[in-house]
């Protein structure tokens, strides 16, 4: 049984750590960080959790939790974690953090996209990106994970194999996603407010989303080379879900066969990643709850293009879901221990 501890616990993506990890049978929580709830119960402020959690909230000294725990979950606003970070607290513990502050490797980039001084650029290398299905190995073997982002996640899942086997040009790519309001976080904002959002849909972010550089970086990877796509985020009326639609040229003409063996080499024996059915587009319902990313793809040969769909929950596979999962494989537990929970419907 390992020890954990949360920092930002009462935000979306902590709440979901915590209802996650309660139902892990390798996992024990002893640290409820919440900077804003600081002494209150922490059922207080989630009511579901009403004789579920007695516990209080504490605060984020994170050398004195790196003492305390084996792991530490940072569900916290970006430059946070990297304000914190040092050494010796890495000497004791393991931290998976889910803001950005370790996805991105050149500092220039992160602190031109972001606005903010990386705190602590000496760690960027060690960092490990968590995205499991394609770092796996190195993520067994690290002390500080970033996870990555949720609109991240979805979009290079959905676009991995084609990018990887060399079946399309990598720098033709457009990424359309949505995402539902919860995504934003649970500070209060104007934009986010019920009459602001119900009954509207709206871009925002265009060119100037921070997941763009972290689509360009990883997919980069995989194509052997840098890349420049355009990444444009949408804002629907419901609570949590993202679906990603993206586009991309095809290199020469394929047949579905062709793709879906590309897509079936890196996913097929994937817990999470669910290749759909021919001609099925995924739908954000389906893994509403879940830990599953839906992919599939359609090729329009009218354009020469194909178009590349999934659909995950962004605060499960796209935040404390791919969080648990990570500190499965650091720890050596059943990958899907605490995530076999099925997806919520209707």
């Known amino acids: 049984m390992i020890k954990v501890g949360i920092i930002g616990s009462t935000g979306y993506a902590g709440q979901e750590i915590v209802r996650i990890l309660l139902g892990h049978k390798e996992a024990e929580i002893v640290w409820y960080g919440s900077r804003s709830f600081i002494d209150q119960k922490y059922y207080q402020v989630y009511g579901n959790m009403f004789q579920i959690v007695d516990a209080k909230c504490m605060d984020d000294n994170m050398e004195e939790l790196a003492s305390q725990v084996d792991v530490i979950f940072t569900a916290t606003p970006q430059g946070l974690c990297g304000s914190l970070v040092n050494e010796e607290i890495l000497s004791k513990v393991k931290i998976i953090d889910l803001s950005a502050d370790f996805r991105i490797k050149d500092v220039a980039t992160y602190e031109k996209w972001y606005k903010i001084e990386h705190k602590s650029p000496q760690f960027i290398d060690e960092a490990v990106y968590g995205l499991c299905e394609i770092n796996r190995e190195d ?18 899942i959905s676009l991995y194999p084609l990018v990887k086997e060399g079946l399309v040009d990598a720098n033709s790519i457009i990424v359309d996603a949505k995402s539902g309001t919860s995504g934003a976080g649970r500070g209060a904002k104007i934009a986010n407010l019920y009459c602001e959002v119900n009954e509207s849909i709206k871009a925002y972010g265009v060119t100037t989303h921070r997941h763009t550089p ?19 985020p949408h804002l629907v009326p419901m609570n949590r879900g993202i679906l990603v639609t993206a586009y991309a040229n095809l290199k020469e003409k394929v047949d579905y066969d062709t793709v879906r063996a590309a897509y079936d080499k890196y996913y097929a024996n994937e817990r999470f990643i669910r290749v759909l059915d021919k001609d099925v587009c995924p739908e954000t319902r389906w893994v509403e709850g879940s830990n599953y990313v839906d992919v599939n793809f359609k090729i329009d040969e009218r354009t020469n293009r194909v178009i590349a ?38």
């Open 309 to 346: 769909m999934g659909a995950l929950d962004n605060l499960v596979k796209g935040a404390a879901g791919q969080a648990v999962q990570n500190m499965n494989i650091m720890f050596g537990f059943d990958e899907a221990e605490g995530l076999r929970m099925a997806p919520v419907f209707p």
């Open 139 to 156: 993520i067994k073997k690290c002390r500080l994970l970033a996870n990555p982002g949720c609109y991240t996640t979805c979009s290079i």
């Open 214 to 232: 972290e689509i360009e970086e990883q997919l980069g990877y995989a194509n052997g080379s840098p890349i420049v796509i355009n990444f444009t």
